[in-house]
Protein backbone atom coordinates (compact mmCIF):
# COMPACT_ATOMS: atom_id res chain seq x y z
CA UNK A 1 0.00 0.00 0.00
CA UNK A 2 2.56 2.41 0.74
CA UNK A 3 4.23 1.75 -2.92
CA UNK A 4 1.04 2.73 -4.07
CA UNK A 5 0.46 6.16 -2.33
CA UNK A 6 4.17 6.79 -3.34
CA UNK A 7 3.36 6.51 -7.12
CA UNK A 8 -0.01 7.83 -6.95
CA UNK A 9 1.78 10.98 -5.52
CA UNK A 10 4.34 11.08 -7.83
CA UNK A 11 1.83 10.77 -10.85
CA UNK A 12 0.21 13.64 -9.28
CA UNK A 13 3.13 15.90 -8.71
CA UNK A 14 3.57 15.22 -12.96
CA UNK A 15 5.58 12.36 -13.07
CA UNK A 16 4.38 10.26 -16.52
CA UNK A 17 6.77 8.23 -17.39
CA UNK A 18 7.92 4.70 -15.39
CA UNK A 19 11.59 6.30 -15.48
CA UNK A 20 10.40 9.41 -13.77
CA UNK A 21 8.22 7.81 -11.27
CA UNK A 22 11.65 5.30 -10.25
CA UNK A 23 13.41 8.34 -9.98
CA UNK A 24 10.89 10.28 -7.47
CA UNK A 25 10.02 7.52 -5.62
CA UNK A 26 13.03 6.13 -5.60
CA UNK A 27 11.45 2.52 -5.73
CA UNK A 28 12.53 -0.52 -7.96
CA UNK A 29 11.03 -1.06 -11.24
CA UNK A 30 8.79 -4.09 -10.41
CA UNK A 31 7.11 -2.33 -7.59
CA UNK A 32 6.48 0.63 -9.39
CA UNK A 33 4.96 -1.20 -12.37
CA UNK A 34 2.92 -3.29 -10.24
CA UNK A 35 1.44 0.12 -8.06
CA UNK A 36 0.80 0.96 -11.64
CA UNK A 37 -1.41 -1.47 -12.97
CA UNK A 38 -3.58 -1.40 -9.22
CA UNK A 39 -3.77 2.08 -9.84
CA UNK A 40 -5.47 1.85 -13.21
CA UNK A 41 -7.21 -0.79 -12.07
CA UNK A 42 -8.44 1.22 -9.44
CA UNK A 43 -9.05 4.33 -12.27
CA UNK A 44 -7.43 6.58 -10.09
CA UNK A 45 -4.65 6.79 -12.75
CA UNK A 46 -4.86 6.72 -16.57
CA UNK A 47 -2.58 6.14 -19.22
CA UNK A 48 -2.36 8.06 -22.46
CA UNK A 49 -0.44 8.91 -25.39
CA UNK A 50 1.53 11.48 -23.02
CA UNK A 51 1.98 8.51 -20.27
CA UNK A 52 0.34 8.56 -17.07
CA UNK A 53 -1.92 11.15 -15.50
CA UNK A 54 -4.72 11.33 -12.10
CA UNK A 55 -7.69 10.59 -13.55
CA UNK A 56 -9.55 13.62 -14.66
CA UNK A 57 -6.53 15.62 -15.42
CA UNK A 58 -7.19 16.95 -18.96
CA UNK A 59 -4.45 16.18 -21.62
CA UNK A 60 -2.42 18.85 -21.85
CA UNK A 61 0.08 19.74 -24.57
CA UNK A 62 3.79 19.24 -24.39
CA UNK A 63 4.94 23.32 -23.74
CA UNK A 64 8.53 22.33 -23.95
CA UNK A 65 9.95 22.72 -27.58
CA UNK A 66 13.40 22.47 -28.82
CA UNK A 67 14.07 25.88 -30.05
CA UNK A 68 17.53 26.63 -30.88
CA UNK A 69 18.63 23.57 -29.12
CA UNK A 70 20.54 21.36 -31.67
CA UNK A 71 22.25 19.94 -29.45
CA UNK A 72 20.94 15.96 -30.54
CA UNK A 73 21.62 16.86 -34.23
CA UNK A 74 25.46 17.61 -33.34
CA UNK A 75 26.57 15.10 -29.81
CA UNK A 76 24.75 12.11 -30.30
CA UNK A 77 25.67 9.22 -33.62
CA UNK A 78 22.87 9.11 -36.32
CA UNK A 79 23.98 5.76 -38.20
CA UNK A 80 20.83 6.24 -40.51
CA UNK A 81 22.13 9.37 -41.96
CA UNK A 82 25.94 8.47 -41.74
CA UNK A 83 26.63 11.20 -38.80
CA UNK A 84 29.04 10.74 -36.19
CA UNK A 85 29.01 11.38 -32.31
CA UNK A 86 29.94 15.14 -31.80
CA UNK A 87 29.96 15.95 -35.29
CA UNK A 88 26.82 18.26 -36.76
CA UNK A 89 24.27 16.67 -39.02
CA UNK A 90 25.14 17.47 -42.52
CA UNK A 91 21.59 18.15 -42.77
CA UNK A 92 21.39 21.02 -40.50
CA UNK A 93 21.49 24.08 -41.37
CA UNK A 94 21.71 27.49 -39.75
CA UNK A 95 18.37 29.56 -39.72
CA UNK A 96 16.75 26.51 -41.37
CA UNK A 97 17.17 23.70 -38.84
CA UNK A 98 16.74 20.04 -40.22
CA UNK A 99 16.70 20.36 -44.13
CA UNK A 100 14.85 16.52 -43.87
CA UNK A 101 12.72 16.83 -41.38
CA UNK A 102 9.82 15.25 -43.05
CA UNK A 103 11.84 12.54 -44.02
CA UNK A 104 14.25 11.93 -41.41
CA UNK A 105 14.92 8.49 -40.17
CA UNK A 106 13.59 6.66 -37.66
CA UNK A 107 15.98 7.41 -35.22
CA UNK A 108 15.49 11.16 -35.24
CA UNK A 109 12.11 10.81 -35.20
CA UNK A 110 11.92 8.77 -32.32
CA UNK A 111 14.14 10.26 -29.81
CA UNK A 112 13.27 12.48 -26.87
CA UNK A 113 15.67 13.81 -25.09
CA UNK A 114 15.00 13.87 -20.82
CA UNK A 115 14.66 17.39 -20.65
CA UNK A 116 12.13 17.27 -23.20
CA UNK A 117 10.43 14.48 -21.95
CA UNK A 118 9.78 17.20 -18.25
CA UNK A 119 12.09 15.05 -16.17
CA UNK A 120 14.31 17.73 -15.21
CA UNK A 121 14.05 21.58 -15.21
CA UNK A 122 15.40 23.89 -17.49
CA UNK A 123 19.11 24.19 -15.88
CA UNK A 124 18.95 20.82 -18.21
CA UNK A 125 18.20 22.55 -20.83
CA UNK A 126 20.93 20.80 -23.48
CA UNK A 127 21.61 24.06 -25.27
CA UNK A 128 22.41 25.88 -21.79
CA UNK A 129 23.59 22.49 -19.80
CA UNK A 130 25.67 21.12 -22.46
CA UNK A 131 24.40 17.71 -21.43
CA UNK A 132 21.62 15.36 -23.70
CA UNK A 133 20.46 12.74 -21.75
CA UNK A 134 18.20 10.07 -22.61
CA UNK A 135 17.24 6.71 -21.30
CA UNK A 136 17.50 3.11 -23.07
CA UNK A 137 16.81 -0.13 -22.07
CA UNK A 138 17.75 0.08 -18.15
CA UNK A 139 20.62 2.72 -18.55
CA UNK A 140 20.46 6.82 -18.08
CA UNK A 141 22.45 8.21 -21.15
CA UNK A 142 24.56 11.16 -20.84
CA UNK A 143 25.93 12.70 -23.33
CA UNK A 144 28.19 15.87 -22.77
CA UNK A 145 29.28 17.96 -25.28
CA UNK A 146 32.82 17.75 -25.65
CA UNK A 147 33.80 21.11 -25.52
CA UNK A 148 32.81 21.16 -21.93
CA UNK A 149 33.88 18.05 -20.96
CA UNK A 150 33.73 18.77 -16.88
CA UNK A 151 30.33 20.12 -17.18
CA UNK A 152 28.73 17.02 -15.96
CA UNK A 153 31.43 17.38 -12.96
CA UNK A 154 29.92 20.82 -11.94
CA UNK A 155 26.46 21.72 -10.12
CA UNK A 156 24.16 21.54 -10.52
CA UNK A 157 24.26 18.41 -12.46
CA UNK A 158 26.97 15.83 -10.26
CA UNK A 159 24.67 16.20 -7.66
CA UNK A 160 21.83 15.58 -9.39
CA UNK A 161 23.63 12.11 -11.18
CA UNK A 162 25.04 11.04 -8.26
CA UNK A 163 21.16 11.20 -7.20
CA UNK A 164 19.93 9.24 -10.38
CA UNK A 165 23.30 6.88 -9.95
CA UNK A 166 22.11 6.07 -6.01
CA UNK A 167 18.70 5.22 -6.80
CA UNK A 168 19.66 3.01 -9.67
CA UNK A 169 22.57 1.30 -7.23
CA UNK A 170 19.53 1.08 -4.61
CA UNK A 171 16.82 -0.75 -6.91
CA UNK A 172 19.79 -3.62 -8.07
CA UNK A 173 18.85 -6.43 -8.60
CA UNK A 174 14.74 -5.46 -8.78
CA UNK A 175 16.02 -4.78 -11.37
CA UNK A 176 18.14 -1.29 -11.00
CA UNK A 177 19.45 0.70 -13.73
CA UNK A 178 23.30 2.00 -14.52
CA UNK A 179 23.83 5.90 -15.13
CA UNK A 180 26.38 6.09 -17.94
CA UNK A 181 28.45 9.54 -18.86
CA UNK A 182 29.75 9.58 -22.47
CA UNK A 183 32.52 12.32 -23.23
CA UNK A 184 34.00 12.00 -26.89
CA UNK A 185 35.46 8.54 -26.64
CA UNK A 186 35.54 8.60 -23.00
CA UNK A 187 32.77 6.53 -20.98
CA UNK A 188 32.46 6.68 -17.21
CA UNK A 189 29.96 4.89 -15.16
CA UNK A 190 28.44 6.48 -12.08
CA UNK A 191 28.41 4.98 -8.68
CA UNK A 192 27.09 7.62 -6.60
CA UNK A 193 30.51 10.10 -6.21
CA UNK A 194 32.46 7.52 -7.96
CA UNK A 195 33.00 7.53 -11.00
CA UNK A 196 34.52 4.53 -12.91
CA UNK A 197 36.67 5.33 -15.95
CA UNK A 198 36.59 3.04 -18.80
CA UNK A 199 33.78 0.17 -17.54
CA UNK A 200 34.00 -3.02 -19.19
CA UNK A 201 31.63 -4.66 -21.37
CA UNK A 202 31.41 -7.40 -18.42
CA UNK A 203 30.61 -5.47 -15.33
CA UNK A 204 31.42 -3.60 -12.73
CA UNK A 205 31.55 -5.31 -9.52
CA UNK A 206 31.66 -2.64 -6.33
CA UNK A 207 30.85 -2.69 -2.46
CA UNK A 208 29.61 0.83 -0.72
CA UNK A 209 32.99 2.45 1.04
CA UNK A 210 30.54 5.41 2.67
CA UNK A 211 26.82 5.68 1.66
CA UNK A 212 28.01 7.98 -1.47
CA UNK A 213 31.36 6.59 -2.53
CA UNK A 214 32.31 3.03 -3.64
CA UNK A 215 35.27 0.59 -4.03
CA UNK A 216 34.66 -0.97 -7.71
CA UNK A 217 36.47 -3.78 -9.91
CA UNK A 218 36.01 -3.97 -13.55
CA UNK A 219 35.77 -7.18 -14.89
CA UNK A 220 37.62 -8.58 -17.59
CA UNK A 221 35.11 -12.01 -18.64
CA UNK A 222 32.24 -13.14 -17.36
CA UNK A 223 34.08 -15.86 -15.35
CA UNK A 224 35.62 -13.01 -13.86
CA UNK A 225 33.05 -10.99 -13.40
CA UNK A 226 31.00 -13.85 -11.58
CA UNK A 227 33.99 -14.13 -9.16
CA UNK A 228 33.84 -10.23 -8.46
CA UNK A 229 30.65 -10.33 -7.44
CA UNK A 230 30.75 -13.47 -5.24
CA UNK A 231 33.37 -11.65 -3.30
CA UNK A 232 31.78 -8.65 -3.13
CA UNK A 233 28.62 -10.22 -2.06
CA UNK A 234 30.73 -12.28 0.75
CA UNK A 235 32.24 -8.74 1.82
CA UNK A 236 28.54 -7.25 2.43
CA UNK A 237 27.88 -10.30 4.23
CA UNK A 238 30.48 -9.79 6.91
CA UNK A 239 30.04 -6.31 6.97
CA UNK A 240 26.44 -7.01 7.91
CA UNK A 241 27.49 -9.81 10.54
CA UNK A 242 30.72 -8.23 12.07
CA UNK A 243 30.02 -4.42 11.34
CA UNK A 244 32.90 -4.45 9.29
CA UNK A 245 35.21 -5.90 6.48
CA UNK A 246 38.31 -5.03 4.77
CA UNK A 247 38.36 -4.35 1.22
CA UNK A 248 41.10 -6.20 -0.47
CA UNK A 249 43.23 -4.95 -3.36
CA UNK A 250 43.07 -8.40 -4.90
CA UNK A 251 41.59 -7.84 -8.35
CA UNK A 252 41.53 -11.18 -9.63
CA UNK A 253 39.82 -13.47 -6.62
CA UNK A 254 39.23 -16.78 -6.50
CA UNK A 255 37.07 -18.82 -4.32
CA UNK A 256 36.62 -19.77 -1.19
CA UNK A 257 36.11 -16.17 -0.22
CA UNK A 258 35.47 -15.90 2.75
CA UNK A 259 38.27 -16.90 5.17
CA UNK A 260 40.37 -14.68 3.40
CA UNK A 261 38.34 -11.67 3.92
CA UNK A 262 37.97 -12.63 7.54
CA UNK A 263 41.58 -13.07 8.17
CA UNK A 264 42.80 -9.91 6.05
CA UNK A 265 39.83 -8.56 8.54
CA UNK A 266 41.22 -9.94 11.93
CA UNK A 267 37.55 -11.55 12.80
CA UNK A 268 37.54 -15.29 14.26
CA UNK A 269 38.05 -17.71 11.38
CA UNK A 270 37.88 -20.89 13.90
CA UNK A 271 34.37 -21.63 12.75
CA UNK A 272 35.45 -22.47 9.51
CA UNK A 273 38.87 -24.69 10.52
Same mark, same amino acid.
Given at each position: ?33 ? =? ?19 ? /? ?7 ? !? &??? &??? &? ?6 ? =? ?10 ? +????? /? ?15 ? =? +? ?13 ? $? ?11 ? !? ?7 ? +? ?14 ? /?? $? *? ?22 ? *?? %? ?7 ? @? ?6 ? @??? +? $? *? ?5 ? !? ?5 ? =? ?8 ? /?? &??? %? ?13 ? $????? %? ?5
Amino acid at each position: MEAISQVALAVEKGATTVRGIIDVTGLSRLKVER =ALQSLEKQKRIIRDSEGFKPT /GMPTKPNVR !Q &CGS &CNC &CCDILEVT =AVAKPVNELCKH +WETGK /GCTIYNDRPQMCRSFTC =A +WLQGHFNDDWFPEKA $RLVMHFSGDTVNV !QVDPEYPDR +WRQEPYFSKLCELSLN /GI $R *ARGNPGYATLIFIGSDKFLLLGRT *AV %PDPTLFGTA @FVPVTPET @FRY +W $R *ARSQEHA !QRLNERA =AEIQRIQQEF /GY &CAI %PDDEDPYPPYRPALL $RLSKH %PTDKLE
